[in-house]
């Protein structure tokens, strides 16, 4: 079985395998309003290769971390909100905290991963986010200096 990782998954595997291999898809790209198919667009991610022997454990954990085996978001989840003004975006992702941590974390390690995995791939909505978000935090500390004195 192959497994090709395109968030967290790039940094934080907790499942055996016997290959990594570094790539991308094409015609889809990573947004996070859980929607965006451009035929002209690729994401990079990590493939895995799972041992036919860990097969079974390694799907039954994906699926529990997961929640599913392939994840496109699509309109009919309960959770889409659709495209948004791209500072709203950062906003939420500077001030959410779900159950793995706080989502500025998840932005910021999928970037520096990215850049990492591939370093002349362009990815210009996650960019533009982490910039964002990084931003948003930077004002945020230099307010409470302020308020402090």
């Not at 998954?9 to 055996?16: A, E, G, S, T, Y």
């Not at 016997?18 to 035929?39: C, K, N, S, T």
């Not at 791209?86 to 939420?92: D, H, N, P, V």
Request: with cysteine; aromatic share 12%; glycine share 6%.
């Amino acid at each position: 079985m192959w497994v090709f990782g395109y968030g967290s998954l790039i940094w934080k595997v907790d499942f055996p395998y016997e290959r990594r291999v570094p790539g991308f898809i094409r015609g889809h790209v990573r947004r996070f309003w859980q929607h965006g198919h451009e035929a002209d667009q690729v994401t990079w991610g990590v493939a895995y290769k799972v041992a036919d022997a860990d097969v079974e454990r390694v799907r039954a954990h994906l699926d529990y971390r997961e929640k599913a085996m392939v994840y496109i978001g699509t309109t009919s989840n309960s959770e889409f909100v659709g495209p948004e003004p791209i500072e709203l975006i950062a906003e939420r992702i500077a001030t959410s905290i779900g159950p793995s941590g706080p989502n500025r974390d998840y932005l910021l390690n999928l970037c520096r991963s990215l850049r990492s995995l591939a370093p002349d791939a362009h990815d210009d909505h996650l960019f533009d986010l982490e910039r964002r978000v990084l931003a948003w935090a930077a004002d945020k500390v230099d307010a409470s200096v302020l308020n402090q004195q």
